[in-house]
C-alpha cells in the first residue's frame, strides 16, 4: 500500500511501551493529507489505510484530529512519541507535535482512558479460573497490560497534562499480566483505585479540548495541498 503526503508516523505499540519480546509485531502509526483537490468531488476519498504484515494505520489528517480531540488513547500517541521512533516528520507534523496540548480536554481524556481499560476488564472476565488453553492465557495478559497500561499514562494525561509513551516498570506490568491470566478478577482492584483516583485528583486539563487550534492547523494542511 503505497499511501502519499504522510504527515507524520512512527513505532507504536508494545515497541513504543518497552513491552515488547521476541516475537512481537511492530506496530506502526501516522497521519496523510489528502490532496484538497480531492476532498471536493462527488465520492469522499478514504479517511483510513490500514494493512497487516507490516501493521500499519494511517489516518487522514481530518479524522486524526477528530479521533485526538475526543482523547482516543491510540491515535493521542503518534503525538507523543520518543524522538527515535518516529519514521517520518515533516513541517507540519511538527507544527501537530507543538500543539498536543491545545487537543487535550479533561472530561474526554478520563473518559477515554477509563473506558478503554474497563473495555479491557470486560473482556478478561469470564475466563474461567486459568486453566483455559495457552493461547487464551496469552491474550488475557495481553489484555491485562493494557488496562494496566491505560489506566497509568491517562492518569499521568490526566494530573499533568503529559504522555509518557515508555512504561515504567515493564517487568511489573509483564508479572500483572500473568496474574490476570490466572485470575481475571485481579484486575479489578486496579481499575477501582484508577477511577477513585480520577474522581478525587485535581487535573490541569481544560474543561475541552481546543478545536480552534486543530482547525486553524487542519486549514493550514488544507492550504498547502491545494493545487
Known sequence: MTVQNILLSGIVGSTAYGLAHEGSDIDRLGMFATPTDDLHGLHPPKES???TAPDRTLHEAAKWCRLALSG???VMELVWLPDELYETRTALGDELIGIRATLLGAGRVRDAYLGYAT???KRLQGRGDGS???DTRKRTAKHARHLKRLCHQGFELYSTGRLTIRVEDPESYHRFG???AADSEAAEPLLRRFEEAFATARTVLPDEPDERA????LRRVRRHFYC
Open 49 to 51: 489505510h490500514v494493512t
Open 72 to 74: 482516543n488513547p491510540t
Open 119 to 121: 473495555q479491557q476488564f
Open 132 to 134: 483455559f488453553s495457552a
Open 178 to 180: 500473568e496474574q490476570v
Open 214 to 217: 486543530a482547525e486553524a492547523w
